[in-house]
């Protein structure tokens, strides 16, 4: 008997070493939050916007290495924000309502973590590209327009 309790205990105190590297890992994550706002006319692919930067005047002299860097990332989903590109896997992707009306603009916002950024470049509107992970979303900011 004295030996299935001592069994017990040490299951039990393995267990709660597991929960307690659980709720460590999850709250340094928490900690680490960034919230982003980015426009709800997404998500896109990321080859295709690789593909936009490579060929597209508008992001002329763009960063070869970063350009490099995202094509290194697979299949991932793109948002615009005003200075970011944002990418993401689908699952986070997901979690981000899209629409497109022409009277009004919808920004959507949401909290991650990010995990790199890297500069796009000397282009004429530069921004920066951020992998993100993470994704949850708070909500939305709309802009009308008098038609």
């Given at each position: 008997?004295?030996?299935?309790?001592?069994?017990?205990?040490?299951?039990?105190?393995?267990?709660?070493?597991?929960?307690?590297?659980?709720?460590?890992?999850?709250?340094?994550?928490?900690?680490?939050?960034?919230?982003?706002?980015?426009?709800?006319?997404?998500?896109?692919?990321?080859?295709?916007v690789i593909e936009d930067i490579k060929t597209h005047d508008y992001y002329?002299?763009?960063?070869?290495?970063?350009?490099?860097?995202?094509?290194?990332?697979?299949?991932?989903?793109?948002?615009?924000?005003?200075?970011?590109?944002?990418?993401?896997?689908?699952?986070?992707?997901?979690?981000?309502?899209?629409?497109?009306?022409?009277?009004?603009?919808?920004?959507?916002?949401?909290?991650?973590?990010?995990?790199?950024?890297?500069?796009?470049?000397?282009?004429?509107?530069?921004?920066?590209?951020?992998?993100?992970?993470n994704v949850e979303y708070i909500g939305?900011?709309?802009?009308?327009?008098?038609?």
């Amino acid at each position: 008997m004295n030996r299935s309790l001592i069994a017990i205990v040490i299951v039990l105190v393995a267990i709660l070493g597991i929960f307690s590297l659980y709720a460590i890992d999850h709250s340094s994550d928490d900690l680490n939050k960034t919230t982003l706002n980015v426009s709800s006319e997404g998500p896109l692919k990321l080859s295709n916007v690789i593909e936009d930067i490579k060929t597209h005047d508008y992001y002329k002299g763009y960063d070869n290495e970063t350009v490099e860097w995202m094509e290194t990332l697979g299949d991932k989903y793109v948002w615009f924000s005003l200075d970011e590109i944002v990418i993401m896997d689908k699952w986070d992707s997901d979690k981000i309502p899209s629409q497109y009306v022409c009277d009004a603009s919808f920004y959507e916002i949401f909290s991650c973590n990010v995990m790199e950024k890297h500069p796009l470049g000397n282009t004429l509107y530069p921004r920066d590209v951020v992998l993100v992970k993470n994704v949850e979303y708070i909500g939305e900011d709309v802009i009308s327009y008098e038609v």
